[in-house]
């Protein structure tokens, strides 16, 4: 990747920008359309939000303000645990719209797959919210559709029951927390991989490690973590209110990490996980 409007390609030919803005933990109103607007005004064409982040609205804002054409920016929205189910969904997907103040979304994802109960139970809960998110997909209201935080055995029950298959599984990603099984099992079905987190909640910037490798291409141990998600071929979703760091982020696409150095953070063991396991969350 060259720059920040380059794209992957989801295998129903649609093109996703490189790099996501999230909006996790960022409040409504003023605080998140203002950051909305600074990253869509800094060149990035990405933006995710989630229903249960409860920031929809100011994040639709945001992108009204910025002034940038609908048609130019990637936007994705999730959908919460408490409106699984065929009719919750459908429901919950135009209460996503309604807030956001748009006709269609560019990705829809089920935010967590239902872990709880028997595999019978939560399989079966699955099976049914994707069978809405097919519906929703046909229907033309989303251009695309996944999962996020869906683990290898969560994938695959869905996978025998799909008429189609998730284009997109955003997962926890970033050095000391690879989840290899899971990329493995997206990377054989052509499911693109996105990385929440990418900077461990903060956590990579002071790690050793990280900033020995980064000050070799004169960048922060941030960039170099985004740089690092997407030489894995990974989307990394970069979070930030602070208008600095939201240009910081984008500062990704003027150096190469060397082989070498992919392998030492590849290696890396495990450090800054979240704790958020799909099968031991308590929401």
Request: hydrophobic fraction near 40%; proline fraction near 4%.
């Amino acid at each position: 990747m060259t720059g920040i409007t380059d794209t992957f390609v989801l295998t129903n030919g649609v093109k996703i920008p490189c790099l996501g803005f999230g909006t996790w933990q960022t409040p409504d109103g003023a605080v998140a359309a203002e950051s909305v607007k600074t990253a869509l005004e800094a060149g990035y064409r990405h933006i995710d939000t989630a229903a249960v982040y409860g920031n929809e609205a100011g994040v639709g804002e945001g992108i009204r303000l910025s002034g940038t054409a609908r048609e130019e920016i990637f936007v994705t929205s999730k959908l919460w645990n408490a409106d699984r189910g065929y009719d919750k969904t459908l429901a919950a997907f135009e209460a996503s719209l309604t807030r956001l103040g748009l006709d269609y979304l560019d990705l829809y994802l089920i935010h967590w797959p239902a872990a709880k109960g028997t595999p019978a139970e939560w399989q079966k809960t699955n099976a049914e919210t994707w069978r809405a998110f097919e519906y929703i997909y046909q229907s033309g209201r989303a251009r695309a559709i996944g999962v996020s935080n869906f683990l290898t055995h969560h994938l695959e029950p869905l996978l025998s029951t799909a008429k189609v298959t998730p284009m997109v599984d955003q997962i926890e990603y970033h050095p000391g927390y690879r989840q290899e099984e899971t990329v493995t099992t997206c990377g054989a079905n052509g499911i693109l991989v996105e990385a929440w987190s990418p900077l461990g909640t903060g956590k990579m910037l002071v790690n050793e490690t990280l900033i020995t490798i980064s000050a070799k291409y004169g960048k922060s141990a941030a960039q170099l973590c985004i740089r690092w998600c997407l030489q894995n071929n990974t989307l990394p979703l970069v979070k930030s209110v602070t208008p600095s760091r939201i240009l910081e982020n984008a500062q990704v696409f003027d150096f190469v990490i060397a082989q070498e150095d992919m392998e030492t953070v590849n290696a890396m063991p495990y450090f800054a996980g979240s704790g958020f396991h799909p099968d031991r969350v308590n929401f």
